[in-house]
């Protein structure tokens, strides 16, 4: 925490260059593996600092607070990172064996890949989406369905599935795509290889075509037993909160120094009895989502610590605190935005910055009004379908 507050000003300082040229720029990379940012959640067996999931959400979200982009690829790298764990040991002492530090990036959700069997591994052709970090990253990981000769896909297994893979940089094209209103930062940009030879040692069967916990069994301490959904939808609503309280600081500001036009002898923007009330109510629903949040998180991270196993509720609250979170906080955008008046227009102003990063975080499948239903089935004690697992 004390690493991450001390580099606030400086991923603020370099918000307007991450911006302009869509990626982390090389310099805050290297202060931030050096700062131990980029090894949040690893093991410290690896070199990691294996944190609690609290202590890793809080810097993760200050991160985002000072840039939304900077926030959201050292989040990605983290749960990549964890999704690494599974590979086979030789695989792990490739990704991590020189350094902890490694930026890894790449797409986690099914398909963009297909992969034929071949003498000592697979060769592998694809090209996947939202390859957030590809411009920092020193390897890449994605899916991939297993072919035939014929170019059908094959099952190997009763439960239908992908195989994840591992690439070194150098057998990646990045091809240049994300050219967004918001989160330009991150580079989440589209990806390819092209007729890649893939050693079998860095490719692992994933059952069921979602994201598992697949590491449970090989590394120790209630972090690594922790559910999926416990960390996936909450960790992109940190964006969103770290985001709003960004705005607020801003609007405070401004409200503290801005005298609204058509109002000379009305006094600041901050006297006015609406403005005051709006600030409070974004403030109220910011926390809320906040709270909430950190609550659900806690109560499945106390069960796992205690030896039990998280039920299904405790588990859907976790993906229902994700996406309220995201909420809540574009709802305190919205009052924020409107009552700094022309000057949240003003592109350069960190008001405009902060509303234009939101929306985009807000549309991010992880924390999609789609999980609200599928909450709603399971508080009502419906089966509420193969996307929402206990694993």
Excluded at 43 to 68: H, Y
Excluded at 110 to 115: A, I, S, T, W
């Amino acid at each position: 925490m004390d690493a991450a507050a001390a580099l606030f000003d400086t991923v603020r300082g370099y918000q307007d260059e991450t911006e302009r040229e869509r990626c982390i720029p090389k310099p805050l990379v290297q202060q931030l593996r050096e700062a131990g940012l980029h090894r949040l959640l690893l093991p410290r067996s690896l070199g990691g600092e294996e944190l609690d999931l609290a202590t890793c959400f809080q810097i993760i979200e200050l991160m985002a607070e000072a840039d939304g982009s900077v926030g959201w690829n050292l989040m990605n790298n983290s749960v990549i990172k964890l999704a690494c764990l599974a590979f086979s040991d030789d695989c792990i002492e490739e990704l991590f064996g020189s350094t902890p530090d490694q930026v890894i990036a790449g797409t986690l959700v099914p398909g963009g890949g297909q992969g034929a069997r071949v003498d000592g591994g697979y060769r592998v052709t694809g090209r996947w989406r939202f390859g957030s970090g590809c411009r920092e990253a020193r390897w890449m990981i994605g899916n991939f369905d297993l072919v035939g000769s014929d170019g059908s896909v094959v099952q190997e297994s009763d439960a239908p599935g992908v195989y994840r893979v591992a690439f070194p940089i150098s057998d990646v094209t990045v091809i240049d795509t994300w050219d967004m209103t918001g989160m330009r930062g991150t580079g989440s940009h589209d990806w390819a290889v092209a007729d890649v030879f893939v050693p079998a040692h860095r490719v692992l069967f994933v059952p069921g075509r979602v994201f598992l916990n697949q590491w449970r069994d090989r590394w120790p301490g209630t972090l690594y037993a922790l559910p999926v959904h416990s960390i996936i939808g909450p960790h992109h609503s940190l964006m969103a909160t770290g985001i709003a309280r960004a705005a607020i600081s801003a609007f405070s500001e401004l409200a503290g120094a801005k005298i609204p036009r058509g109002r000379q002898g009305a006094g600041l923007l901050r006297d006015s009895a609406q403005v005051q009330e709006g600030l409070a109510r974004a403030e109220a629903h910011l926390g809320g989502g906040r709270l909430f949040r950190s609550a659900a998180v806690a109560d499945v991270w106390d069960s796992v610590a205690a030896g039990l196993s998280p039920t299904l509720e405790q588990i859907a609250r976790c993906r229902l605190a994700g996406s309220f979170a995201a909420d809540s906080a574009r709802a305190a955008m919205d009052i924020i935005f409107r009552l700094g008046g022309t000057t949240s227009t003003v592109r350069s102003h960190r008001l405009a910055h902060c509303w234009r990063d939101l929306q985009v975080v807000g549309q991010a499948g992880a924390v999609s009004p789609d999980w609200y239903p599928l909450v709603g089935r399971t508080l009502l004690g419906l089966e509420p379908g193969p996307r929402l697992t206990t694993n």
